[in-house]
């Protein structure tokens, strides 16, 4: 392994993702193993250019790994996207002697870094973490796991009010640009229709789904829909078309909104977050730069951080088909 990094940078950024705690934990954790110190940079890349920065060490992320959120906070930096905001940050990375960095966040943080490493040559290794599950390389990214099974639940508990009272729900779950979550959380709970952004299904069809659904015996229904989804304004807008043209349904909205991102991590996203990080450390002391680190066929694997910026995930169309199935 390299000798020349000696101490590495860690943080969080954008939106805040379960699963990012127990990320930051693993980086720490792997950089004390590999006698290298660390330190954590305080709301991203706008603490960078601040120099808010604290030494961590094993003890010091001791009862995060089941914490939601980030303890190292998250913002969103104007500054950082300019050349005077990226070459004060790099004057205090310097100041600090920090030699690499560990970004945890999602698309626009990765841009940023990879921005930073062009201009600067400064090694850097990225961790995926957003619920959307929307970033190239990685069939996973931390928190999407977590997310999945807070909607499932929230809809399962939906669910019992729609049967009582013979109610039609249109639930609304983040994915701005994919239908990830809707997907998977409409099969889960047993969605009787899916509204995602790569599928426009036409508010003729579904109307007829629902008349379907009706005549098969449902008195309730459950559609899910993506916030990205572009039949129709927004969710309220499909509320208001479905009452002028179905009477015999009441229709109700329930926008989950930020409640998706919080809460415990999952197991699954603890332990994919201890792999990550490790990885990632791993990855700077062995000379790698510029990469994301992602999860393949369950095998911790890099991305450039080009190819995970620009490349685009794909939905399950095995998992469309079974919904379209299940929806009978």
Do not use: W
């Not at 604290?54 to 995060?64: C, L, N, Y």
């Not at 790099?90 to 970004?103: C, F, G, S």
């Amino acid at each position: 392994m390299s000798n020349s990094i000696k101490k590495i940078g860690v943080f969080t950024s954008g939106g805040d993702s379960p699963g990012m705690n127990a990320a930051v934990r693993s980086v720490v954790r792997a950089c004390a193993f590999h006698s290298v110190e660390c330190v954590g940079i305080y709301r991203g890349y706008e603490g960078m250019i601040d120099g808010d920065f604290t030494p961590m060490d094993a003890r010091s992320v001791k009862g995060i790994i089941n914490k939601g959120g980030t303890i190292l906070k998250s913002a969103r930096s104007k500054e950082f996207r300019t050349k005077e905001g990226r070459a004060k940050a790099y004057e205090q990375l310097k100041k600090a002697n920090i030699d690499a960095l560990v970004v945890i966040g999602g698309d626009g943080s990765f841009t940023g870094s990879m921005i930073f490493n062009q201009e600067y040559n400064f090694p850097v290794m990225g961790i995926p973490g957003t619920i959307d599950n929307d970033i190239f390389g990685t069939s996973h990214t931390l928190g999407y796991d977590t997310a999945l099974n807070t909607v499932v639940e929230a809809i399962d508990k939906i669910r019992d009010t729609a049967s009582s009272h013979n109610r039609l729900f249109f639930v609304e779950v983040m994915g701005r640009d994919v239908g990830h979550i809707a997907l998977n959380v409409g099969v889960g709970a047993g969605a009787e229709e899916i509204l995602i952004p790569e599928e426009d299904l036409g508010l003729d069809r579904l109307l007829e789904s629902l008349r379907r659904s009706k005549q098969s015996g449902k008195s309730s229904s459950i559609v899910v829909v993506a916030e990205g989804d572009k039949i129709g304004k927004n969710v309220f807008e499909l509320k208001d078309y479905v009452d002028a043209n179905m009477a015999e349904y009441e229709v109700r909205v329930s926008v989950l909104g930020h409640m998706q991102r919080g809460g415990p991590p999952s197991c699954f996203d603890r332990v994919l977050a201890s792999r990550m990080g490790v990885r990632a450390v791993e990855g700077l002391l062995n000379g790698e730069s510029n990469y994301m680190v992602g999860l393949r066929n369950d095998k911790i694997q890099i991305t450039p951080f080009d190819q995970a910026v620009k490349g685009k995930s794909k939905i399950n169309m095995e998992l469309l088909r079974v919904s379209d199935i299940m929806s009978v």
